[in-house]
């Protein structure tokens, strides 16, 4: 399952600007490390660890979003985990 996100503040990686992000249903082995119920709310650095696993952002990237980008992407986190 995948879900396209547009970002409210669009991320710059070299000459290309990132301005939708797509994140990738979670699989178990890319949560290994982390508790899902941190997940579920939204620790910023449960997040930060597990979205360069399911989408093209890199950590630096993750440090770089808009607050509000953030808690969108979390929030699909939420969904993908409820089923």
Request: proline share 5%; net charge positive; charged share 25%.
């Given at each position: 399952m995948l879900n396209t996100i547009t970002l409210k503040q669009p991320i710059t990686r070299g000459k290309k600007t990132l301005e939708k992000i797509t994140l990738r249903e979670p699989r178990a082995g890319e949560l290994r490390?982390?508790?899902?119920?941190?997940?579920?709310?939204?620790?910023v650095n449960s997040l930060r660890i597990l979205l360069p696993r399911i989408t093209e952002l890199t950590i630096n990237e993750v440090d770089q979003l808009h607050p509000a980008d953030l808690t969108k992407l979390g929030n699909e986190l939420t969904v993908f985990l409820a089923g």
């Amino acid at each position: 399952m995948l879900n396209t996100i547009t970002l409210k503040q669009p991320i710059t990686r070299g000459k290309k600007t990132l301005e939708k992000i797509t994140l990738r249903e979670p699989r178990a082995g890319e949560l290994r490390g982390l508790e899902i119920l941190a997940i579920a709310r939204m620790d910023v650095n449960s997040l930060r660890i597990l979205l360069p696993r399911i989408t093209e952002l890199t950590i630096n990237e993750v440090d770089q979003l808009h607050p509000a980008d953030l808690t969108k992407l979390g929030n699909e986190l939420t969904v993908f985990l409820a089923g």
